[in-house]
Structures are given as structure tokens and as C-alpha cells.
């Protein structure tokens, strides 16, 4: 294994573990599982592949579903799968330089677009308790790598031969 491969794994795990120590402080909300968990995966774009980052953000969350209980048992899978969606979607706008749109977008699709399966899986009525929570939540989480980003991306300057 080269390198930078390597690298890029290390980094990856540890914006995992960074998002399992964001799993375990918990938004108050109706929906259990809302936490700081998404923050260091949406931060990881600046050093870390969209796909990576997405990476980290799937597992961000089961670490948030394990730490919760699963609540909502193996739909779970779902949940992570769309914060690997919403991450990666996130990671090309911020590699493509939409620097304003990355943050209404990913507002929309995880705090809007990602809880309507569960309108249809669970019940319209969970949908519509839970859409102020997750609202919330992913409020407060893009607000963090608002303040966080800048600084973050100073300290990763990018040069030829770096982490992608």
C-alpha cells in the first residue's frame, strides 16, 4: 500500500473516532439518535475525498445509532446511508468551489429530503415530529463547521502530494 493511500485511510478513521466522541453528545429532540456525530465529517471535505468523508459520516452515525440504543433498529442502515449521500454531496460543492450553495443544500438534504422515507416506512406522524428535530440538529452541526472550516482549511494547505 503507497503512502498516500494509507494516509487517506488513517485520516478517514480518525474523523470516524472524532465523530464517535461527537456521537455521544446528544441534541436534545424527539428523535434519540440526534447528535454532534455529522460536524467532523462535513469538516473532513477540506482534507479528505467526498467519498471519504462520506465514509466517515456513515459510520458517524451508526456510532450515533449504537450509542443511542438503535431506536430505530436496522433502519439505521438507511439513516447512514444518507448521511453518506449528504457528505458526499457536500465534499464535491466544497472540491468545486460552490461555497455558498454547499450550506443551503446540505441544510435541505439531511434537515429535509433524508427523514421523508421514514414518512412512508414509519409514519407520516414520526415524519412530521421528527422534522423540526432533525432540522435542528443539522442546524447546529453545519453551524460548528461554519466556524470551524476556515480555520481547518488554513491549517490544510494544500500542495502537490498531499491528502486528497
Known amino acids: 500500500m503507497d503512502r498516500q493511500k494509507l494516509m487517506s485511510i488513517t485520516l478517514t478513521a480518525m474523523v470516524a473516532a472524532i465523530c464517535a466522541v461527537g456521537a ?8 434519540s439518535s440526534a447528535a454532534l ?13 467526498p467519498a471519504l468523508a462520506g465514509t466517515a ?54 434537515g429535509v429530503i433524508a427523514p421523508i422515507p421514514f414518512y412512508f416506512i414509519i409514519s407520516p ?3 412530521w415530529g421528527s422534522l423540526a428535530s432533525i432540522f435542528m440538529a443539522t442546524v447546529i452541526n453545519l453551524v460548528i463547521v461554519a466556524v ?14 498531499r491528502v486528497n
Do not use: Q
Not at 456525530?37 to 475525498?49: G, H, K, M, T
Not at 470551524?148 to 502530494?161: D, Q, T, Y
Open 148 to 161: 470551524v472550516m476556515p480555520i481547518l482549511s488554513k491549517v490544510f494547505v494544500r500542495k502537490e502530494g
Open 24 to 31: 455521544v453528545i446528544k441534541i436534545p429532540s424527539i428523535v
Open 57 to 110: 459520516g456513515f459510520i458517524g452515525h451508526i456510532i450515533t445509532a449504537m450509542t443511542s440504543g438503535f431506536p430505530y433498529g436496522p433502519l439505521h442502515i438507511i439513516i447512514a446511508a444518507e448521511m453518506f449521500i449528504v457528505v458526499w454531496i457536500f465534499g464535491v460543492m466544497h472540491k468545486r468551489g460552490m461555497h455558498f450553495w454547499k450550506w443551503p443544500v446540505a441544510l435541505f438534504l439531511n
Open 37 to 49: 456525530d455529522s460536524a467532523p465529517a462535513f469538516l473532513s471535505v477540506v482534507f479528505l475525498s
Open 125 to 127: 406522524a414520526f415524519f
